[in-house]
């Protein structure tokens, strides 16, 4: 089975709507969200079926057994993370507290404790096709490990299919390491902005350290024709296949915002996406392709 990732160095480039659009192409039998920190390509995926839900837990918290607590203020003094509050009766502070049990190493009447926290739920639909997705709960900082899950979540149920599209993060943080592993390609979607640019360099960079095949598709490419010919150009030194432009396509925005793919219309931005997703497949399968 081949996995295709598709990423983006920022946010707002159209990553999932690019990959909505290959979901419904492909008839792709297996695909994940991996940007776990605000998943949304289920909005555009239109999930019939309820899904089956389990809790996350990531790093440990501490409590405090207020029976117990004599008030010596040892673990506020110790907090490196100030998530003791004394004023309202030595609580801990769970949006601050890094799990890190030097409050319950150093308490000398053995009234703190690290607990399980629950950090995010992970959610699998399973009916005609297997989605695998997760969403981190406010304040939790263990997304990478989190995405590693949604990924195992996917392979737990066994599907004979030979493609699997994995919807990833934005940015170049844990969850796009995590997502990065083991995928086959990953098709970067850039916008032809300053900001975009350079953030398409660093995912770059990124992606280059995991030995991955790289490819990448400019989305909005109208919004700036100069820009746009910079990124062909940067990929042109750096060997990299650049599979197509995308423009902007104000129909594509109505299709998002009614929960549609965009290939679901006849609109150019669609047209243009059939076009990328054919001569992505053709890279991802290793089948000649003229660029």
Same mark, same amino acid.
């Given at each position: 089975?081949k996995?295709?990732?598709?990423?983006?160095?920022?946010?707002?480039?159209?990553?999932?709507?690019?990959?909505?659009?290959f979901?419904?192409?492909?008839?792709a039998?297996?695909?994940a969200?991996?940007?776990?920190?605000?998943p949304?390509?289920?909005? =555009?995926?239109?999930?019939?079926?309820?899904a089956r839900?389990?809790?996350y837990y990531?790093m440990?918290?501490a409590?405090?057994d207020?029976?117990s607590c004599?008030?010596?203020?040892v673990?506020r003094?110790?907090?490196?993370f100030?998530?003791?509050q004394a004023d309202?009766?030595y609580?801990?502070d769970?949006?601050?507290?890094?799990g890190?049990?030097?409050c319950?190493a150093?308490?000398p009447?053995?009234?703190?404790?690290?607990?399980?926290?629950?950090?995010?739920?992970?959610?699998?639909y399973?009916?005609?096709?297997?989605?695998?997705t997760?969403e981190l709960?406010?304040?939790s900082g263990?997304?990478?490990k989190?995405?590693?899950?949604v990924?195992?979540l996917l392979?737990?149920?066994?599907?004979?299919?030979g493609l699997?599209? =994995?919807?990833?993060?934005?940015?170049?943080?844990?969850?796009v390491?995590?997502?990065?592993?083991g995928?086959?390609?990953v098709?970067?979607?850039?916008?032809?902005? =300053?900001?975009?640019?350079?953030?398409?360099?660093?995912? =770059?960079?990124?992606?280059?350290?995991?030995?991955?095949?790289?490819?990448?598709c400019?989305?909005?490419?109208?919004?700036?024709?100069e820009?746009?010919?910079?990124?062909?150009?940067?990929c042109?030194k750096l060997?990299?296949?650049c599979t197509?432009?995308?423009?902007?396509?104000?129909?594509a925005?109505?299709?998002?915002?009614?929960g549609?793919?965009?290939?679901?219309l006849?609109c150019a931005?669609?047209r243009?996406?059939?076009i990328v997703?054919?001569?992505t497949?053709?890279?991802?399968?290793n089948?000649?392709l003229?660029?």
């Amino acid at each position: 089975m081949k996995q295709l990732l598709i990423l983006s160095g920022k946010g707002g480039t159209g990553k999932t709507t690019i990959a909505s659009a290959f979901i419904q192409l492909s008839n792709a039998q297996m695909y994940a969200d991996c940007d776990v920190d605000a998943p949304n390509l289920h909005l =555009i995926m239109n999930q019939a079926v309820e899904a089956r839900r389990s809790d996350y837990y990531g790093m440990p918290k501490a409590e405090i057994d207020q029976a117990s607590c004599v008030h010596c203020d040892v673990c506020r003094q110790n907090c490196r993370f100030d998530a003791i509050q004394a004023d309202i009766g030595y609580k801990v502070d769970h949006f601050a507290c890094e799990g890190c049990g030097v409050c319950e190493a150093l308490c000398p009447a053995g009234a703190v404790s690290l607990k399980p926290a629950k950090a995010g739920e992970l959610m699998l639909y399973v009916k005609d096709s297997l989605f695998s997705t997760a969403e981190l709960k406010m304040g939790s900082g263990t997304s990478g490990k989190l995405v590693t899950e949604v990924k195992k979540l996917l392979k737990s149920v066994p599907i004979d299919t030979g493609l699997a599209i =994995i919807d990833g993060s934005p940015g170049i943080g844990c969850p796009v390491i995590a997502s990065l592993s083991g995928v086959d390609m990953v098709l970067i979607v850039a916008e032809p902005s =300053i900001s975009g640019i350079s953030d398409m360099e660093r995912i =770059i960079k990124t992606a280059k350290k995991f030995q991955t095949r790289i490819a990448i598709c400019i989305n909005k490419f109208d919004t700036n024709i100069e820009n746009t010919r910079k990124i062909e150009s940067f990929c042109q030194k750096l060997y990299l296949p650049c599979t197509g432009r995308i423009p902007y396509d104000p129909a594509a925005v109505k299709a998002i915002n009614q929960g549609q793919s965009i290939v679901e219309l006849d609109c150019a931005a669609g047209r243009s996406a059939k076009i990328v997703f054919d001569k992505t497949i053709k890279l991802l399968f290793n089948e000649s392709l003229a660029l």
